[in-house]
């Protein structure tokens, strides 16, 4: 069975550009999870989507944004970039709630 | 809200040791906790959960964990540690009373953990 599949693995834009990350969960999987990980924050939840619906959303700006299609994929898109949006973007599918999350090898972003 | 805390940024301990990476926990309901590790470049692995039952959860690679209830913690053991162990180790709960969690996790800040041969 395939892992969870970001893309792409890195990634390096502009201060003001936009950007879109993809995560493909395992097979089966309806709720995928994106986190942000950094060196100063640690890892912290973004969002959760689960059967194209949000779940839950973390604390962060409106300019993080993301959806699910039905097939379960889901990206997440960052515009009007900013410095400290460099991290790590990590996302973890789940088949239901309260479950082992698999995480993908997440997807480094720099922004410069 | 719930928080996690891991009070040791770094644990070296030398090949053939035990070892152990503490965590305790904050949340208003039932705890969910998990063990991921995170090795150089990679996203994280889970190692183990606790949901119910037995306070002493085994997981992957010969690691465990005992789950305190009343210390509100949850420290990961190995009993002897390998120098391949050698990477970031995450804690991370969820309130398992809430049904709106959903799947998300609040993690700890990391421990790094050194097994030196």
């Known amino acids: 069975k395939a892992g969870v599949t970001q893309t792409p693995r890195y990634l390096i834009k502009t201060r003001g550009q936009q950007v879109t990350l993809s995560c493909s969960p395992i097979?089966?999987?309806?709720?995928v999870s994106w986190y942000q990980q950094t060196p100063g924050q640690g890892l912290q939840f973004l969002f959760e989507?689960?059967?194209?619906?949000q779940r839950n959303k973390g604390n962060f700006p409106g300019r993080f944004s993301g959806r699910q299609f039905s097939n379960s994929r889901s990206e997440m898109n960052v515009s009007t970039l900013e410095l400290g949006d460099s991290a790590l973007y990590l996302c973890?599918?789940?088949w239901g709630q309260g479950l082992s999350g698999f995480f993908g090898q997440g997807t480094r972003l720099t922004v410069v | 809200a719930q928080s996690v805390a891991q009070p040791e940024d770094q644990v070296n301990v030398a090949e053939g040791n035990p070892l152990t990476v503490k965590c305790t926990y904050s949340?208003?309901?039932?705890?969910?906790l998990f063990w991921y590790v995170q090795y150089p470049n990679r996203g994280l692995q889970f190692l183990l959960k606790?949901?119910?039952?037995?306070?002493l959860v085994k997981g992957s690679y010969g690691f465990e964990a005992e789950f305190n209830k009343s210390q509100t913690s949850f420290h990961l053991k190995k009993p002897s540690a390998l120098v391949s162990d050698s990477a970031l180790y995450f804690c991370?709960?969820?309130?398992?009373?809430?049904?709106?969690?959903?799947?998300?996790?609040?993690f700890g800040g990391g421990t790094r953990l050194m097994v030196k041969p």
């Open positions: 973890a599918s789940s």
């Open positions: 949340v208003s309901g039932n705890p969910y």
């Open positions: 989507y689960f059967s194209e619906t």
């Open positions: 991370a709960v969820r309130d398992g009373t809430n049904n709106n969690a959903g799947n998300m996790l609040t």
């Open positions: 606790y949901i119910t039952g037995d306070n």
């Open positions: 097979s089966g999987h309806r709720s």
